[in-house]
């Protein structure tokens, strides 16, 4: 059935493609608008050998099918985030409350990276208006950790001033 999907059979249909974060290393499944496992949780590292397997496995669906979700964890998604913008994917950000509800829906109670792949993919089939990250969000999310450095070496020249003084 997967080869149905790459053949494009399915121009219409959307594959939802949920990627559970985590420092060292994340995973990522997906689904269809029908809720047919299109990609098998498997797992990938946090740099760029691994993004690129996530999209060596992303490359025979078109793009415009695919929406890629991921929990918004601290910083450990960023740079795939970025990467995946960068290669022009449809990239949504998700609130973890959202996810825990649909964790909750969910007959096993486990919480395993595996089933968190799934659990995020079928958060964004259910969410009717998603934001997907664009470039203009990347920039600002650039410019506010420039000025939070800007700050941050202001109060240090101010303290190193005031040391001089005394």
């Given amino acids: 059935m997967v080869s149905d999907f790459r053949k494009g059979r399915y121009n219409l249909m959307k594959i939802y493609v949920g990627i559970d974060i985590a420092k060292l290393n994340h995973f990522a499944a997906a ?23 996530l999209v ?3 490359e025979s669906f078109d793009k415009n099918s695919l929406i890629i979700g991921l929990e918004s964890t601290a910083h450990y998604g960023d740079n795939l985030v970025r990467y995946l913008v960068t290669e022009l994917y449809q990239v ?8 825990c509800q649909m964790r ?9 990276d595996k089933v968190g792949t799934y659990v995020i993919a079928k958060t964004l089939m259910m969410q009717d208006n998603l934001r997907f990250v664009s470039f203009f969000d990347l920039d600002m999310t650039d410019l506010k950790a ?6 941050k070496t202001i109060k240090q020249r101010t303290r ?4 001089l003084t005394t």
């Fill in 56 to 58: 060596s496995k992303l």
């Fill in 160 to 163: 190193l001033k005031i040391q």
């Fill in 146 to 151: 420039l000025g939070r450095f800007r700050q």
């Fill in 104 to 112: 909750k829906n969910n007959v096993r109670k486990t919480k395993t």
């Fill in 92 to 99: 949504c950000v998700l609130n973890p409350i959202k996810t």
């Fill in 31 to 53: 689904i269809s608008s029908d809720g047919e496992i299109i990609i098998e949780p498997f797992k990938f590292t946090n740099d760029a050998d691994g993004f690129q397997l």
